[in-house]
Nanobody, 120 residues
Framework: VQLQASGGGLVQAGGSLRLSCAAS????????AGWYRQAPGKQRELVAV???????NYADSVKGRFTISRDNAKNTVYLQMNSLKPEDTVVYYC???????????????WGQGTLVTVSS
């Protein structure tokens, strides 16, 4: 299983970006999937997570600005980021807990990071 993240880039404060994370390989189910971010010298922190039932949870710092969604047919998770702030400038990582075959054990996978830079 591989997770391919995309969509990072440079945006002005107040702008928007949409991150995508596509999972490929042998996949039976994904639950949950999410986005984390990590600043240099700091621990990786949860940004948003979505379950197979479309339940969501967000970090307080992004509530009302970011929206996580998923397309099960495409095994893809999205993070719509609006009203971006300079403090959102970090590397974002996607994460998914995947079962590869029916009855198998779940395993956690990480995508490569994608850098989001918000200029003031």
């Amino acid at each position: 299983v591989q997770l391919q993240a995309s969509g990072g880039g440079l945006v002005q404060a107040g702008g928007s970006l949409r991150l995508s994370c596509a999972a490929s390989g042998s996949i039976f189910s994904i639950n949950p999937a999410g986005w984390y971010r990590q600043a240099p010298g700091k621990q990786r922190e949860l940004v948003a997570v979505i379950t197979s039932g479309d339940g969501t949870n967000y970090a307080d710092s992004v509530k009302g600005r970011f929206t996580i969604s998923r397309d099960n047919a495409k095994n893809t998770v999205y993070l719509q980021m609006n009203s971006l702030k300079p403090e959102d400038t970090v590397v974002y990582y996607c994460n998914a807990v995947v079962v590869t075959v029916r009855g198998g054990s779940p395993k956690t996978y990480w995508g490569q990071g994608t850098l989001v830079t918000v200029s003031s």
